[in-house]
């Protein structure tokens, strides 16, 4: 089997700018299938700007990411529709629509996608709800549930159609620490029963190190390390040690440079 | 002082730029949004949704203003023709200023006060809550499901509700000018039927036709390009597109008014 043959995703040299600050710093790194990949890095890493690039939400200044053997940076319309059907994403906030209701949410990819009666689709929902504890939420509209449920709402209408590939944005944000425990475990019987292969960006660090088989990690836009749990936690990376202990970065002042913030307002 | 100038002559420029930017990115969003017509079943369901909130539920406002707005018309016609001793005309003048103009005019206005706003709102939230990039996730098209519905239903209801405005307001002056000034009803109705030709109707249902289409293009343009024309993001992103998209589609309805007026008068 060639490499290419095991991973789901591969991105190769992926560059990517806003306006002139350039986010992601070339980028290259493969996923491979069946595999649960977390993307850590503090705020501004640019882990939720490589999400979007690898959903195809945004194009980037150059590079490639190839997903399931489509290079979704030059594919046309219709490859992509053909693409996403194969893919599920859950939303940081589910990204529910407030005027439907939770199961007329989740319902709506079958509904598009599939040729099902009604009644089936109905029991495919309450399946996808009753895996997600929110059995009997059906009726209630999104503004009715807590954000754990908004969460496990929008990863039920995230994995509808059993996608090969599921992106989570964030599982653990805002949320309770049991709350946070039981979407983790949720994720890994999604994973066990479904064989599906998981991208999670987070920065939590407990919620990556219980469910990733490898981490890959930003700073600055560009991959610090990509391996397993041990891998990461004995890195000797100062940087990964200080996110590891959760200690704040020790970083050198330039004196001249900071009078000239205070006083100009420019780096 | 070339400084100033300098400085000047950019900001101009930058006004220009954004002018024409916008205006592309308006023309694109008809055009995609008008595309998904050929390229997909029609919305049939979604569409009969946004009928019942963009039409059925307007019809109150509709009924209440038009009436007052004919009353007004027949008062201050009144108050003109008496002066010539030409009541006889008030009802050919009260239908003919409702149907060519004011009906048009003062029910696309009512749908942009009513619906317009509410629909850049809703858009614009759903934008800034992912909901679209959820849409573009899942596969289904954002212009076919979200936007082609209301557009239509938007297409459809002004028209209609035009012609209930009309209908109240020439009601409203046979009361200010039949009952309150005692002006004979046989010169009222004879008078406007006598007035109106087809050209006339004609001209209101065009009018109608293009506001609809030009007030619900906007509003959802605006909430849909709220995180590319708006600096700030958030609330006030959503508040200053709304305020945007009603602004706009005011002044476009009005200019598209003048030039339909002036190819067929």
């Known amino acids: 089997m060639t490499s290419s043959d095991k991973s789901i995703i ?13 986010i992601l710093k070339d980028l290259n790194f493969s996923v491979e299938k069946g595999e649960i990949r977390v993307i850590m890095g503090g705020s501004g890493s640019g882990k939720s700007t490589l999400l979007n690039h690898m959903l195809a ?36 906030g589910g990204a529910l629509f407030s005027s439907m209701t939770v199961g007329e949410n989740i319902k709506l990819p079958l509904q598009h996608h599939t040729k099902l009666d009604e009644h089936t689709i109905d029991i495919m929902t309450r399946l996808k709800l009753e895996l997600m504890n929110l059995a009997g939420y059906e009726d209630l509209m999104p503004s009715e549930l807590s954000g754990g449920m908004l969460k496990r709402a929008g990863l039920a209408r995230a994995v509808i159609m059993d996608p090969k590939l599921l992106f989570f944005d964030e599982p653990s944000a805002g949320l309770d620490p049991v709350t946070a425990v039981e979407l983790d475990e949720l994720i890994l019987k999604l994973r066990d ?8 960006v987070t920065h939590e660090l407990e919620s990556a190190f219980k469910i990733a088989d490898k981490i890959t990690v930003l700073f ?47 780096n | 002082m070339l400084t100033v100038f300098k400085a000047k002559i950019e900001h101009l420029g930058g006004v220009g ?22 390229m997909y079943r029609f919305p049939l369901e979604e569409t009969i949704k946004q ?53 048009p005019v003062m029910a ?67 009361i200010v000018g039949v009952l309150i000034h005692g002006v004979s009803d046989g010169a009222y109705l004879v008078g406007m039927a006598d007035t109106i030709i087809w050209n006339d109707v004609w001209m209101g249902i065009v009018k109608s036709f293009l506001f609809g289409l030009v007030i619900m293009c906007v509003c959802l343009a605006k909430g849909f390009n709220l995180h590319i024309e708006q600096k700030q993001s958030g609330a006030v992103g959503v508040s200053q597109a709304t305020t945007q998209a009603v602004v706009l589609s005011a002044v476009l309805m009005l200019f598209v008014d003048y030039i339909v007026s002036s190819l067929m008068l």
């Open chain 2, 17 to 38: 730029i954004n002018i024409v930017e916008s205006s592309g990115r308006l023309g694109l969003f008809l055009f995609n949004t008008l595309s998904r017509l050929w």
């Open chain 1, 193 to 200: 029963a479904m064989n599906m292969t998981i991208i999670v």
């Open chain 1, 57 to 92: 939400l945004l194009t980037p200044t150059s590079g490639s990411i190839v997903i399931d053997g489509v290079d979704v940076v030059n594919a046309n319309r219709k490859t992509l529709l053909k693409l996403r059907q194969k893919m599920g994403v859950a939303f940081q």
């Open chain 1, 10 to 22: 591969e991105v190769n040299d992926l560059v990517t700018h806003y306006g002139d600050r350039k």
């Open chain 2, 51 to 103: 009928l019942l909130f963009i039409g059925a539920k307007t019809v109150p406002l509709i009924l209440i203003s038009g009436l007052f707005t004919g009353m007004v018309v027949a008062l201050q016609f009144y108050d003109t023709l008496i002066r010539f001793g030409s009541v006889d005309l008030l009802g050919a003048a009260v239908a003919m200023s409702l149907i060519r103009e004011l009906g």
């Open chain 2, 108 to 174: 696309a206005l009512m749908v942009i006060a009513r619906v317009g706003s509410a629909a850049c709102a809703e858009i614009g939230i759903m934008r800034n809550e992912q909901q679209f990039d959820a849409l573009d996730c899942m596969a289904i098209d954002s212009y076919h499901y979200v936007m082609l519905p209301r557009l239509i239903a938007a297409i459809i209801s002004v028209p209609l509700l035009t012609a209930m405005f009309d209908t109240f307001g020439i009601g409203g002056g046979y």
């Open chain 1, 220 to 266: 600055d836009g560009e991959i610090a390390i990509t391996g397993t749990v041990d891998e990461i936690k004995n890195s000797k990376d100062v940087r990964i040690q200080n996110m590891i202990n959760r200690r704040a970065r020790d970083e050198h002042l330039d004196a001249e440079q900071y009078i000239k913030r205070l006083t100009t307002g420019k």
